[in-house]
């Protein structure tokens, strides 16, 4: 079964409001990363979080990782229309050999 | 970073036939995954591909399916055989680097 869970499944907002994704995973990871796909075409890295981390930022993003949970959280602050896209967490398993999993992703839509 | 040129970036086939999918790195990397995204869907990781062995499938992917090249370490190929409808997908490539992936623009598949 997939690994990460996302939710909302899909989520509409307007240009400046903030946008909130959450995440939960199943097992131990080494880490977990976020990556945002435009159109269904290639993913782009957005963050990676490992697992002694609680927070980061970059930019208008903010990650949380709460692995007693098994979730994590993105917040888009101060959305504009081309944040428009799906995002997808990934982790990265304990002894999983470099290879990540993705999770069922969020459509996120902002609107003018 | 890497910049991965992935070819074709979309096609149309007939039921039987197969379609050889490449990716050409600009830089020298080990490890090269091959995804699969099947409409409204995540992704799900069909082979890992290392330069000099045989690919690594993932449960439910096949080699006589989905066979891998990597002749070098800045290109691989994933051929996808036999095709039927149930094969339209993006399919991607993607690499590791510093622990994040990077991946190409994809190539979506519709089989009729």
């Known amino acids: 079964s997939q690994q990460g869970e996302e939710d909302p499944q899909a989520l509409s907002i307007q240009e400046g409001e903030n946008a909130t994704m959450n995440c939960s995973y199943k097992t131990s990871i080494n880490n977990l990363q976020w990556y945002r796909q435009n159109s269904g075409r290639g993913l782009v890295h957005l963050i990676l979080?490992?697992?002694?981390?609680r927070e980061k930022h970059s930019g208008r993003l903010r990650v949380t990782l709460d692995t007693s949970k098994k979730s994590s959280s993105l917040l888009i602050t101060a959305s504009r229309a081309a944040d428009t896209a799906s995002y997808f967490c990934?982790?990265?398993?304990?002894?999983?050999?470099?290879?990540?999993?993705f999770g069922t992703g969020t459509q996120l839509k902002v609107e003018l | 970073s890497a910049v991965i040129s992935q070819k074709p970036s979309r096609d149309i086939c007939q039921r039987g036939t197969s379609l050889t999918i490449q990716c050409q790195v600009d830089?020298?990397?080990?490890?090269m995954f091959w995804y699969r995204q099947q409409p409204g869907q995540s992704l799900t990781l069909i082979a890992t591909a290392n330069q000099g062995s045989e690919a690594t499938y993932e449960s439910g992917f096949v080699i006589d399916k989905f066979p891998i090249s990597r002749p070098n370490l800045t290109f691989s190929t994933l051929t996808v055989s036999n095709m039927s409808p149930e094969d339209s997908s993006i399919y991607l490539c993607?690499?590791?680097?510093?622990?994040?992936?990077?991946f190409g623009s994809g190539t979506q598949l519709s089989v009729l």
């Open positions: 979080i490992r697992s002694n981390e």
């Open positions: 993607s690499v590791l680097g510093s622990g994040k992936l990077f």
């Open positions: 830089s020298q990397v080990t490890m």
């Open positions: 990934a982790t990265e398993l304990t002894g999983g050999g470099n290879k990540l999993t």
